[in-house]
């Protein structure tokens, strides 16, 4: 049963790909959630409270990684100058450093993909994710 699902096939491929990115990762003092958070950081400041949400982490938890992060020197904190309440996250020179080296990560699988798998799947497997994320976001697939 477990092979004839589209859940486990997302995410039995999902884990592969985290396996994947954090092996190489680790090669660099960093992780695949770390490197996902340096590529979602904005040059002018990201609100801490917005990193959450686009990464689809809990504060608790995004809290520790910011943390980390700081302690490594990939970002600094520095106070909202709209909400004195906030606080924005930049990237460090060395943040910016290791955000190049995920991007250039990233491009390279999704290129090599792009370059193994004919044109007309990727199209219609993006079509297929989009139904998915269309009836998630319904949330009518769950009946209890």
């Known amino acids: ?7 486990y096939a997302l995410r039995s491929t ?3 790909i985290t396996t994947m990115y954090n092996e190489k990762a680790m090669r660099y003092d960093a992780t695949m959630t770390m490197a ?3 590529l979602s950081i904005e040059s002018e400041g990201t609100p801490s409270t917005a ?3 686009k990464m689809g982490m809990e504060s608790t938890s995004l809290s520790r990684l910011l943390n980390t992060m700081e302690e490594r020197g990939y970002i600094k904190r520095k106070p909202n100058p709209e909400d004195g309440r906030g606080v924005l996250i930049f990237l460090t020179d060395q943040g910016k450093e290791k955000r190049e080296l995920s991007k250039k990560t990233v491009l390279e699988f999704n290129n090599g993909l792009l370059e193994s798998i004919e044109k007309e799947k ?23």
């Open 1 to 7: 049963m477990k092979t004839k699902t589209i859940e």
């Open 14 to 16: 999902w884990q592969l």
């Open 36 to 38: 996902f958070t340096l």
């Open 51 to 53: 990193l959450g949400p």
């Open 122 to 144: 990727i199209e219609h497997f993006y079509e297929v994710i989009d139904a998915i994320k269309s009836q998630v976001e319904k949330k009518q697939l769950i009946q209890h």
